[in-house]
Protein backbone atom coordinates (compact mmCIF):
# COMPACT_ATOMS: atom_id res chain seq x y z
CA UNK A 1 0.00 0.00 0.00
CA UNK A 2 1.43 3.55 -0.64
CA UNK A 3 0.54 6.67 0.51
CA UNK A 4 -2.78 6.84 -0.88
CA UNK A 5 -4.25 4.56 0.91
CA UNK A 6 -3.97 6.43 4.08
CA UNK A 7 -5.09 9.79 3.09
CA UNK A 8 -6.95 11.91 5.68
CA UNK A 9 -9.79 12.40 3.42
CA UNK A 10 -10.51 8.63 3.14
CA UNK A 11 -11.28 7.75 6.69
CA UNK A 12 -13.74 8.41 9.19
CA UNK A 13 -11.92 8.86 12.80
CA UNK A 14 -8.18 9.99 12.66
CA UNK A 15 -6.18 10.59 15.42
CA UNK A 16 -3.04 12.85 15.00
CA UNK A 17 -0.41 11.20 17.76
CA UNK A 18 1.89 14.16 17.90
CA UNK A 19 5.56 14.70 19.89
CA UNK A 20 8.18 17.68 20.06
CA UNK A 21 9.10 16.77 15.77
CA UNK A 22 5.41 18.31 15.67
CA UNK A 23 6.70 21.66 16.24
CA UNK A 24 10.45 22.03 15.01
CA UNK A 25 9.25 23.37 12.17
CA UNK A 26 7.76 25.91 13.93
CA UNK A 27 11.14 26.95 16.13
CA UNK A 28 10.08 24.66 19.30
CA UNK A 29 13.28 23.18 20.09
CA UNK A 30 13.02 19.00 20.71
CA UNK A 31 13.97 16.96 23.24
CA UNK A 32 16.14 14.66 21.77
CA UNK A 33 18.62 15.10 18.53
CA UNK A 34 19.87 18.45 17.58
CA UNK A 35 19.67 21.53 19.70
CA UNK A 36 17.68 19.07 22.60
CA UNK A 37 17.19 21.27 24.94
CA UNK A 38 18.07 18.57 27.88
CA UNK A 39 21.52 18.85 26.33
CA UNK A 40 21.80 22.33 27.94
CA UNK A 41 19.73 21.62 31.63
CA UNK A 42 19.42 18.93 33.68
CA UNK A 43 15.98 18.03 33.41
CA UNK A 44 16.75 16.42 37.25
CA UNK A 45 17.28 20.27 38.34
CA UNK A 46 14.79 21.87 36.84
CA UNK A 47 11.82 19.44 35.66
CA UNK A 48 10.74 17.26 38.41
CA UNK A 49 8.51 17.66 41.88
CA UNK A 50 11.49 17.51 43.77
CA UNK A 51 13.18 20.48 42.47
CA UNK A 52 10.15 22.50 42.68
CA UNK A 53 9.76 21.37 46.05
CA UNK A 54 13.57 22.18 46.86
CA UNK A 55 13.86 25.53 44.77
CA UNK A 56 10.72 26.77 43.29
CA UNK A 57 12.46 29.83 42.40
CA UNK A 58 14.89 27.96 39.92
CA UNK A 59 12.19 25.56 38.49
CA UNK A 60 10.39 28.93 37.49
CA UNK A 61 13.26 30.43 35.74
CA UNK A 62 13.95 27.79 33.81
CA UNK A 63 10.07 27.78 32.90
CA UNK A 64 9.36 30.97 32.42
CA UNK A 65 12.81 31.00 29.75
CA UNK A 66 11.02 27.88 28.15
CA UNK A 67 7.62 29.98 28.33
CA UNK A 68 9.61 32.68 26.32
CA UNK A 69 11.27 30.79 23.53
CA UNK A 70 7.43 29.02 22.91
CA UNK A 71 5.77 32.11 23.43
CA UNK A 72 7.26 33.54 20.28
CA UNK A 73 6.66 30.55 18.44
CA UNK A 74 3.61 30.44 15.84
CA UNK A 75 1.68 27.29 14.38
CA UNK A 76 3.13 25.96 11.16
CA UNK A 77 1.81 24.58 7.69
CA UNK A 78 1.51 21.18 9.67
CA UNK A 79 -0.51 22.36 12.52
CA UNK A 80 -2.61 24.20 10.29
CA UNK A 81 -3.84 21.42 8.22
CA UNK A 82 -4.65 19.38 10.86
CA UNK A 83 -6.85 21.78 12.60
CA UNK A 84 -7.97 22.67 8.77
CA UNK A 85 -8.60 18.46 9.12
CA UNK A 86 -10.81 18.52 11.97
CA UNK A 87 -12.94 21.59 10.86
CA UNK A 88 -13.78 19.43 7.44
CA UNK A 89 -15.11 17.00 9.85
CA UNK A 90 -13.24 14.27 8.90
CA UNK A 91 -13.28 13.00 12.96
CA UNK A 92 -10.21 14.14 13.86
CA UNK A 93 -8.64 13.87 17.25
CA UNK A 94 -5.21 15.09 18.29
CA UNK A 95 -3.41 13.06 20.86
CA UNK A 96 -0.16 15.53 21.61
CA UNK A 97 2.53 14.96 24.16
CA UNK A 98 3.73 18.95 23.49
CA UNK A 99 3.07 21.11 25.93
CA UNK A 100 3.39 24.52 24.17
CA UNK A 101 -0.56 24.62 22.87
CA UNK A 102 0.79 25.51 19.26
CA UNK A 103 -2.29 22.89 18.36
CA UNK A 104 -4.99 24.67 19.85
CA UNK A 105 -3.51 27.95 18.55
CA UNK A 106 -4.32 26.80 14.53
CA UNK A 107 -7.46 25.99 15.64
CA UNK A 108 -7.81 22.42 16.84
CA UNK A 109 -10.34 21.82 19.56
CA UNK A 110 -10.44 18.40 20.08
CA UNK A 111 -6.65 17.79 22.09
CA UNK A 112 -5.48 15.84 25.04
CA UNK A 113 -2.25 17.13 26.06
CA UNK A 114 -0.85 13.83 27.69
CA UNK A 115 1.97 16.18 29.07
CA UNK A 116 0.28 18.75 30.54
CA UNK A 117 0.73 22.66 29.20
CA UNK A 118 3.26 25.10 29.64
CA UNK A 119 0.28 27.42 29.90
CA UNK A 120 -1.69 26.13 32.67
CA UNK A 121 -0.90 26.27 36.22
CA UNK A 122 -2.18 24.62 39.66
CA UNK A 123 -1.33 25.44 43.00
CA UNK A 124 -0.74 22.75 45.32
CA UNK A 125 -1.67 24.25 48.68
CA UNK A 126 -5.35 25.71 47.92
CA UNK A 127 -6.40 23.94 44.58
CA UNK A 128 -7.03 27.13 42.32
CA UNK A 129 -6.20 26.42 38.66
CA UNK A 130 -5.07 28.64 36.42
CA UNK A 131 -4.16 30.00 32.58
CA UNK A 132 -1.73 32.22 31.63
CA UNK A 133 0.11 33.34 27.93
CA UNK A 134 2.32 35.57 29.93
CA UNK A 135 5.72 35.31 28.67
CA UNK A 136 7.55 35.48 31.38
CA UNK A 137 4.56 34.69 33.93
CA UNK A 138 4.05 37.75 35.76
CA UNK A 139 3.35 37.18 39.01
CA UNK A 140 4.29 33.07 39.73
CA UNK A 141 2.75 32.87 43.29
CA UNK A 142 -0.83 31.90 43.49
CA UNK A 143 -3.37 34.39 45.65
CA UNK A 144 -2.58 32.13 48.51
CA UNK A 145 0.81 32.82 48.15
CA UNK A 146 1.94 29.60 46.96
CA UNK A 147 4.53 29.07 44.15
CA UNK A 148 2.16 28.12 40.99
CA UNK A 149 3.32 24.31 39.90
CA UNK A 150 3.37 24.35 36.12
CA UNK A 151 0.51 22.01 35.10
CA UNK A 152 3.00 20.06 32.96
CA UNK A 153 3.67 16.27 33.97
CA UNK A 154 7.35 16.30 34.86
CA UNK A 155 9.46 13.55 34.98
CA UNK A 156 8.69 11.15 37.59
CA UNK A 157 5.14 12.20 37.68
CA UNK A 158 1.99 10.08 36.83
CA UNK A 159 -0.12 10.54 34.27
CA UNK A 160 -3.26 12.25 34.14
CA UNK A 161 -6.24 9.76 34.19
CA UNK A 162 -8.68 11.28 32.50
CA UNK A 163 -6.64 12.53 29.62
CA UNK A 164 -5.26 9.07 29.23
CA UNK A 165 -8.64 7.95 29.50
CA UNK A 166 -9.90 10.26 26.71
CA UNK A 167 -6.94 9.67 24.67
CA UNK A 168 -7.57 6.32 24.63
CA UNK A 169 -11.21 6.00 23.47
CA UNK A 170 -10.20 8.31 20.43
CA UNK A 171 -7.16 6.04 19.98
CA UNK A 172 -8.94 2.73 20.42
CA UNK A 173 -11.46 3.49 17.49
CA UNK A 174 -9.73 5.37 14.75
CA UNK A 175 -9.29 3.69 11.66
CA UNK A 176 -6.10 5.86 11.37
CA UNK A 177 -3.54 7.04 13.39
CA UNK A 178 -0.66 9.16 12.03
CA UNK A 179 1.98 9.21 14.64
CA UNK A 180 3.91 12.66 13.89
CA UNK A 181 7.39 13.69 15.68
CA UNK A 182 7.90 11.30 18.43
CA UNK A 183 11.01 9.33 19.70
CA UNK A 184 8.88 6.83 20.47
CA UNK A 185 10.75 6.21 23.84
CA UNK A 186 9.02 8.31 26.70
CA UNK A 187 5.87 5.78 28.04
CA UNK A 188 3.20 5.45 28.33
CA UNK A 189 2.83 7.40 25.49
CA UNK A 190 5.20 5.54 23.43
CA UNK A 191 2.87 2.44 23.48
CA UNK A 192 -0.25 3.85 23.01
CA UNK A 193 -0.33 3.99 19.00
CA UNK A 194 0.03 -0.01 19.44
CA UNK A 195 -3.82 0.40 20.75
CA UNK A 196 -5.13 1.62 17.57
CA UNK A 197 -3.31 -1.20 15.54
CA UNK A 198 -5.04 -3.72 17.76
CA UNK A 199 -8.20 -2.46 17.08
CA UNK A 200 -7.85 -2.78 13.43
CA UNK A 201 -6.57 0.78 12.43
CA UNK A 202 -3.99 1.54 10.12
CA UNK A 203 -0.82 2.95 11.33
CA UNK A 204 1.61 6.13 9.31
CA UNK A 205 4.85 7.19 11.30
CA UNK A 206 5.89 10.48 10.06
CA UNK A 207 9.51 11.25 11.36
CA UNK A 208 12.75 11.88 9.45
CA UNK A 209 14.71 9.04 11.65
CA UNK A 210 13.65 5.41 12.35
CA UNK A 211 12.00 4.94 15.91
CA UNK A 212 11.92 1.64 18.07
CA UNK A 213 8.17 1.89 17.23
CA UNK A 214 8.67 1.94 13.50
CA UNK A 215 8.20 -1.81 13.38
CA UNK A 216 4.68 -1.69 14.17
CA UNK A 217 3.25 0.79 11.55
CA UNK A 218 2.34 0.03 7.96
CA UNK A 219 3.86 3.28 6.24
CA UNK A 220 6.71 5.23 7.61
CA UNK A 221 7.27 8.19 6.00
CA UNK A 222 10.45 9.83 6.09
CA UNK A 223 9.95 12.92 6.01
CA UNK A 224 9.03 16.35 8.06
CA UNK A 225 5.88 16.84 9.39
CA UNK A 226 4.58 19.62 7.05
CA UNK A 227 6.26 17.83 4.30
CA UNK A 228 4.43 14.70 4.39
CA UNK A 229 0.99 16.22 5.92
CA UNK A 230 0.48 18.54 2.84
CA UNK A 231 0.26 15.35 1.04
CA UNK A 232 -2.07 13.38 3.67
CA UNK A 233 -4.40 15.87 3.99
CA UNK A 234 -4.36 16.09 0.04
CA UNK A 235 -8.22 17.41 -0.90
CA UNK A 236 -8.90 18.76 2.38
P1 LIG B 1 11.61 13.90 21.14
O1 LIG B 1 12.33 15.20 21.20
O2 LIG B 1 12.09 12.79 21.98
O3 LIG B 1 11.66 13.41 19.62
C1 LIG B 1 11.41 14.28 18.57
C2 LIG B 1 11.27 13.45 17.30
O4 LIG B 1 10.88 14.31 16.25
C3 LIG B 1 12.57 12.78 16.86
O5 LIG B 1 12.31 11.41 16.63
C4 LIG B 1 12.92 13.50 15.55
O6 LIG B 1 13.51 12.62 14.59
C5 LIG B 1 11.57 13.99 15.07
N1 LIG B 1 11.58 15.21 14.26
C6 LIG B 1 12.49 16.23 14.28
N2 LIG B 1 12.13 17.18 13.40
C7 LIG B 1 10.98 16.75 12.79
C8 LIG B 1 10.13 17.30 11.79
N3 LIG B 1 10.37 18.48 11.22
N4 LIG B 1 9.03 16.59 11.43
C9 LIG B 1 8.76 15.39 11.99
N5 LIG B 1 9.54 14.81 12.94
C10 LIG B 1 10.63 15.49 13.34
O7 LIG B 1 10.10 14.21 21.38
P2 LIG B 1 8.89 13.39 22.03
O8 LIG B 1 8.88 12.01 21.47
O9 LIG B 1 7.71 14.26 21.88
O10 LIG B 1 9.26 13.26 23.57
C11 LIG B 1 9.70 14.41 24.23
C12 LIG B 1 9.06 14.75 25.55
O11 LIG B 1 9.43 16.10 25.92
C13 LIG B 1 7.58 14.75 25.50
O12 LIG B 1 7.20 14.09 26.65
C14 LIG B 1 7.13 16.21 25.55
O13 LIG B 1 6.19 16.39 26.59
C15 LIG B 1 8.34 17.01 25.91
N6 LIG B 1 8.65 18.11 24.93
C16 LIG B 1 7.65 18.88 24.41
C17 LIG B 1 7.94 19.88 23.47
C18 LIG B 1 6.83 20.73 22.91
O14 LIG B 1 5.85 20.96 23.60
N7 LIG B 1 6.95 21.21 21.66
C19 LIG B 1 9.26 20.09 23.05
C20 LIG B 1 10.26 19.28 23.62
C21 LIG B 1 9.93 18.30 24.56
ZN1 LIG C 1 -3.13 28.76 46.06
Given at each position: MGLSDYLVRNHRRVVF????GMSAESGVPT???????WKQYDYESYACQPAFEADPARVWEFHNYRRKLVGACKPNPGHELIARAEAASHGVTVVT????GLHQLA????????????WRLRCEKCGRRAESRDAPLL????SCGAWWRPAIVWFGDALDGEVIDAAMRAIVSCDLLISIG??????PAAQMPLYARKAGAKLVEVNPEPTP??????LCVRESASECLARLCEGI
Open positions: FTGAYRGKGGIQNIDGSRNVHELHGSLDPHCTSAVVYMSASYD
